[in-house]
């Protein structure tokens, strides 16, 4: 899910399916992680967070896992819809004011 | 309504010239953000602020300035824009909560010919 230089990578689901998008971090020290969600013409989106010290969270058709032994977090969007498809960033919160975001990865989702 | 408004929404300018672009907020937050973004690269932080007296810059303030007005309002100036200032700009406000999540306005596309 990181992206190099300019290349936005993406992701291409059946509708119906379920999505997976992933995420390197870089600070051991992070204590916060947010996946945020930005469709055409908007602005970012909060998504799900979670706390350094917990490896999964749910919400309503996601879900976030946290693997801190790799500094990997991955988004699980369960039955992807059209209006999923969208910009997700991974931001890692590295201090009481700073978040560091990802260059995101790009969802479409197939009729 | 929305809680973070910008203006304008799109713009044009020449190089040299100076450019304003406004947020406001009705979100009631201290935290007050100006990011800009670019094709396949992540938001970068221009400027912060956490309250009217407090103005910190982020890790691109080059070329930018800012002003905060009001708690309510922030704005980021251009003032000789250029060509590689061609990008989209986010204002977004926060709270000083342990997840520092921000909550973003709907951007302003700039273009600098």
């Known amino acids: 899910g990181e992206s190099v230089g300019l290349h936005l990578p993406t992701l291409s689901v059946q509708e119906g399916d379920n999505s997976i998008i992933n995420c390197a971090y870089s600070?051991?020290?992070?204590?916060?992680f947010i996946w945020y969600k930005q469709e055409s013409g908007k602005g970012p989106q909060f998504i799900i967070d979670?706390?350094?010290?917990?490896d999964k969270r749910q919400g309503q058709r996601v879900t976030v896992l946290l693997n801190k032994t790799v500094k990997h977090l991955s988004l699980q969007i369960a039955a992807t819809q059209p209006g999923d498809s969208a910009v997700y960033f991974c931001?890692?919160?590295?201090?009481?004011?700073?978040?560091?975001f990802g260059s995101g990865t790009r969802l479409l989702v197939r009729p | 309504d929305a809680d973070v408004t910008q203006t304008p929404r799109n713009r044009i300018t020449k190089t040299g010239k100076r450019i304003m672009l406004e947020c406001s907020q009705t979100?009631?937050?201290?935290?007050m953000y100006w990011y800009r973004q670019d094709p396949g690269l992540g938001l970068r932080l221009i400027y912060y602020?956490?309250?009217?007296?407090?103005?910190n810059k982020g890790e691109i303030s080059d070329g930018y300035s800012v002003s905060r007005q009001a708690q309510a309002k922030f704005s980021l100036s251009l003032e000789s824009a250029i060509p590689n200032q061609t990008a989209l700009y986010f204002c977004?406000?926060?709270?000083?909560?342990?997840?520092?999540?921000?909550?973003f306005g709907p951007g302003t596309r700039l273009t600098v010919l």
């Open positions: 931001a890692e919160n590295m201090g009481s004011y700073k978040l560091i």
């Open positions: 600070n051991s020290a992070s204590d916060y």
């Open positions: 979670i706390r350094s010290n917990m």
């Open positions: 979100k009631g937050h201290d935290r």
């Open positions: 602020s956490f309250d009217v007296k407090d103005i």
């Open positions: 977004a406000t926060g709270t000083s909560g342990r997840n520092n999540e921000q909550f």
